[in-house]
């Protein structure tokens, strides 16, 4: 769990407008993949590359970043300057969902450090606005999250989550 405490620092250190909810949603992505959005292939397929279209390509972005537990998140704005067409990506993204499976119980033992990291100011929120968040979180059943208004305004999060393992080379 060295590994997680390690991720979630420098995310917080990248992402300084991270909130309670960004962390949860990374530490969710982490334990469960990104197959929570895939309900009907077809339109997952579709959203993506309305999504795609919609941004600007940059060579000097990365394509992937790190999300621990062998998941990345593979950023849509770098796919043409590394060769990851979004057809491709799509595929990825729902074969990855199939594999994903998850722990409810691995899923609380990471919220748990999440605590423990907010509890000791190692992270850009307060220990008492996560515990706020996690507690109404917890009474909505742990569900998936979208980010928070000040990441997605700091930041435009536009990614997809798959295992590394299916990165392009």
Known sequence: ????????????????EMQPTDAVK???????????????EEKC???????????????????A????????????????AHGYCAEKLGAD???????Q??????FRKKLEILRQMAKEGSLPFS????????????KAGFPMVSHSPQYRAAYAPAYRVIRKEFLPL
């Open 26 to 40: 990374l530490i969710y992505q982490n334990e469960f993949g990104g197959g929570h959005l895939i309900r009907d």
């Open 93 to 99: 993204f729902i074969r990855c969902a199939a594999l």
């Open 101 to 106: 499976q998850g722990s409810p119980d691995s």
């Open 127 to 138: 220990f008492d606005a996560l515990e706020q968040y996690l507690d109404q979180y917890e």
């Open 1 to 16: 769990m060295d590994t997680l405490k390690t991720l979630l620092t420098a995310h917080g250190a990248r992402y300084p």
């Open 65 to 80: 970043e790190e999300i621990g537990n062998g998941m990345v998140r593979v950023n849509l704005r770098a796919l043409d």
């Open 45 to 63: 397929l579709a959203r993506l590359k309305t999504e795609y279209s919609q941004l600007i390509q940059s060579a000097d972005e990365p394509l």
